[in-house]
DNA sequence: CCAAGTAGCTTAGATGCTAAGCGAAATAGG
DNA sequence: CCTATTTCGCTTAGCATCTAAGCTACTTGG
C-alpha cells in the first residue's frame, strides 16, 4: 500500500504497466469528471473543450472523429460551450459548410482561481527530481500518449469490423 | 511536435507538469471511454468496474462516495454490471443493510483478448529505461495518483461550501 | 422498545447520447 | 456548364442514465 517497497528489475517495469499506469487511468477519469462538474460542464464537454486547448482551432467533424462521438452530439456539445462562452464559431471562408471552433483563451475568474491552485500543487510533482530523471519521466509520459491514441484507433476499427452482434445473452 | 527537443532544467520540469501531464490526462479519458465501449459497458460503469478491480469488494455507499454519483446512479451502475456478470452481490453478514460488491476476476474471453493485447503493447512504455530511470517514473507515478484523488476532494468540499449559484446568465 | 441514523432502492424529471435523415456547399465527371 | 456524389453541420425521435427526493429495512443508542 505504500509507495516505496519494489525491489526487482522487471517488477519494477511490470509494476508500472499493470499496477500504476491502471491506478493512474482510474483516477485521472475521475479527476476529470470532477474539474467538469467544477467547471458547470458534463464530462464530454470537458473533454471536448481540453481537446480544442491543446489541438487549437479545429472543425466539428474532427472533434466528432477525435472524440468518437456523432455529428449530433457534437452540435449539443458545441452549443453549450458556446453559451458558456469557452468558444467561438467562425464560418471557414475556403468552405461555407465548415465553422472553425475557436477556444477562448482569456478565461473567466472562475477557471483562474480553479486550475491556479490546481497548478500550484502540481509543481510537487516533479520536486526533487534531476534533469535525468525528468527526460525519463517525460519520456514515459510521452509514450503513454501515443499509446493511448494508438490503442483508441485500433479499438475503434475493431468495432467496426464487429459490427453487431448484440443481445449475447440476454 | 516530436519528443526529444527539451533543452532547459526548470523548463522541462513546467513542461511536464503543465502540458504532457495535461496531454495524458485527455488521452486517457479518451482511451478509457473506447475500453468502455469496447466492453458494452457506459464510462461511468466502466470506472465503478476499475475502482472494484484496483480496491477489491467494497459497499454501494462507498462507491458513491468515490465516484461522487448518488446512490440512485449506483443502483443502476450495480444492477447492470451485475447482468453483464463483472461483479457479485452479496449481504453483509454483519449489517443487514449493507450489500458487499465483488468484482469477478475469471473475465471472459472478450476481456482477455482486448486487455492482452493491450497488455503486450504496454511493454514498450518501459523499454530501454533503467532502474533508476523506472523507481523515478514509479514515484511520479504515484504521486500523481495522490495529486488527482487530493484534487478531486478538495473540489468536492468546496462544491459543498459554495451551494447553489446556479442560473448564472441564461 | 422506541427514536435516530444509515444503506440501498424507487420514482419523476431532466439531460445528453445515438441513429437516421435533412439541406447546403464543395467536388468530380462528362 | 450541369449533374451526381460526397461532405458538413443541424434536426428530430427515441433511449439510456444521471440527479433529487422520498421510501423501506436494518442497526444502534438510550
Redesign the pocket.
Same mark, same amino acid.
Request: charged residues 25%.
Given at each position: 500500500m505504500n509507495g516505496s517497497m519494489w525491489d526487482g528489475r522487471d517488477d519494477l517495469a511490470d509494476v508500472i504497466t499493470s499496477d500504476l499506469s491502471r491506478r493512474l487511468s482510474t483516477a485521472t477519469v475521475l479527476f476529470h469528471h470532477a474539474v467538469a462538474e467544477r467547471l458547470g460542464?458534463?464530462?464530454?464537454?470537458h473533454k471536448c473543450l481540453d481537446l480544442l486547448y491543446e489541438r487549437g482551432a479545429m472543425?466539428?467533424?474532427?472533434?466528432?472523429a477525435i472524440t468518437?462521438?456523432?455529428?449530433?452530439?457534437?452540435?449539443?456539445?458545441?452549443? /453549450?460551450l458556446e453559451k458558456a462562452r469557452h468558444l467561438t /464559431?467562425e464560418p471557414?471562408p /475556403?468552405?461555407?459548410?465548415?465553422?472553425?471552433?475557436r477556444p477562448v483563451f482569456d478565461a473567466s475568474p472562475e477557471i483562474v482561481e480553479v486550475f491556479g491552485s490546481i497548478r500550484d500543487d502540481a509543481a510537487g510533482l516533479v520536486a526533487g527530481f534531476d534533469d535525468h530523471e525528468l527526460a525519463a519521466i517525460a519520456e514515459f509520459i510521452s509514450r503513454s500518449i501515443d499509446f493511448s491514441y494508438r490503442r483508441v484507433a485500433i479499438m475503434r476499427t475493431e468495432a467496426i469490423s464487429r459490427v453487431k452482434e448484440k443481445d449475447h445473452d440476454r
Open positions: 460542464l458534463g464530462p464530454t464537454d472543425t466539428g467533424s474532427e472533434l466528432a468518437g462521438l456523432t455529428t449530433g452530439a457534437v452540435t449539443g456539445v458545441v452549443a /453549450r /464559431r471557414d /475556403r468552405d461555407g459548410r465548415k465553422q472553425i471552433l
